[in-house]
Every structure is written in structure tokens, then in C-alpha cells.
């Protein structure tokens, strides 16, 4: 499967932006998705991910009730629209599918994704 994010760009703190990744997949929807980020010169880490059905979501501690992940199984894609943005949130998204199939709950793991897309640059200003 393929997947393309797209939607980064630069905003001042507080702003806003809402990251999109479409998947090639036509049983995309069986299958849990996860959006994860990386900073200049640290690790991959867990933002958000929503179950296949997209009943169940989790989110990182740093950005529980700002950010939203959702999907849209019947255009086969996945979305991040994440609010009050901090400088601490500059990084670059990617998105991921979790490869095991009707999984009942949403891996927080990174290791348990693959099909990384290509990823897209968010800039948070003070």
C-alpha cells in the first residue's frame, strides 16, 4: 500500500492545520492508521491513531485535546486536524497503517506500522 500525507505548511502558535493522507489501498478500511512525527534529531514518535472501524482513537499526552484524528473509509483516507499549535509540534508527519487486519485496538507502537508515507512538514512559529 502507498500512502501520500499531505496538508503540512507553516503557521504562527496558536494556528492551525489539518494533514491529510490518502492510502492506495481498496481494503483500506480493515485496518487501523496512525499518524507519528519526527523532529530534527530526535526519534519517531506517536501522535494519534484510529481504529479501522474509527470508533477508538488514542493520542500522545502532548497532544490530547488539541489535536483530531478521523478517516473517511469510503475515500480512503485519513486525517489530523490539529489546533493550538506549539513550536514544540514542529516536526514531520507522517502517516501509517497498522498491517494486521480488523485489530480491535489502535497500536500507540511504532513498530507495529508500516507503509510510512513520505511525510510533510509542519513549522510551528513563536
Known amino acids: 500500500v502507498q500512502l501520500q500525507a499531505s496538508g503540512g505548511g507553516s503557521v504562527q502558535t496558536g494556528g492551525s492545520l489539518r494533514l491529510s493522507c490518502v492510502a492506495s489501498?481498496?481494503?483500506?478500511?480493515?485496518?487501523?492508521m496512525g499518524w507519528f512525527r519526527q523532529a530534527p534529531g530526535k526519534e519517531r514518535e506517536f501522535v494519534a491513531a484510529?481504529?479501522?472501524?474509527?470508533?477508538?482513537?488514542y493520542y500522545a499526552d502532548s497532544v490530547k485535546g488539541r489535536f483530531t484524528i478521523s478517516r473517511d473509509n469510503a475515500r480512503n483516507m485519513v486525517y489530523l486536524q490539529m489546533n493550538s499549535l506549539k513550536p514544540e509540534d514542529t516536526a514531520v508527519y507522517y502517516c501509517?497503517?497498522?498491517?494486521?487486519?480488523?485489530?480491535?485496538?489502535?497500536?500507540?507502537?511504532?513498530?507495529?506500522?508500516?507503509?510510512w508515507g513520505q511525510g510533510t512538514q509542519v513549522t510551528v512559529s513563536s
Open positions: 501509517a497503517r497498522d498491517p494486521r487486519p480488523y485489530i480491535g485496538v489502535a497500536s500507540t507502537t511504532l513498530n507495529y506500522y508500516d507503509s
Open positions: 489501498e481498496l481494503t483500506f478500511s480493515k485496518y487501523n
Open positions: 484510529i481504529s479501522w472501524g474509527g470508533r477508538i482513537t
